[in-house]
């Protein structure tokens, strides 16, 4: 629990600086913050599992290195 919320108030504080920086980017209160914030971490939590893959898609081989050839 203690990670989550350490990691919900780091995408908060990146949320803020990117409304802070970039002019298109607006954040009304605090409470738009943190809602924004958990819809992103949640979003990276959902999302990331799918694209950071260990093992390629069951048809392509591993390559060898030419080493242990």
Not at 8 to 27: D, S
Request: a positive charge; aromatic letters at 6%.
């Amino acid at each position: 629990m203690r990670r989550f919320l350490i990691h919900w108030f780091v995408v908060a504080v990146c949320l803020a600086g990117t409304a802070w920086i970039l002019p298109g980017v607006r954040v009304e209160s605090l409470g738009a913050l943190l809602v924004g914030s958990l819809v992103l971490g949640l979003v990276n939590a959902l999302v990331r599992p799918v694209l950071v893959r260990d093992d390629p898609p069951g048809d392509m081989p591993r390559r060898r290195s030419r080493a242990a050839a």
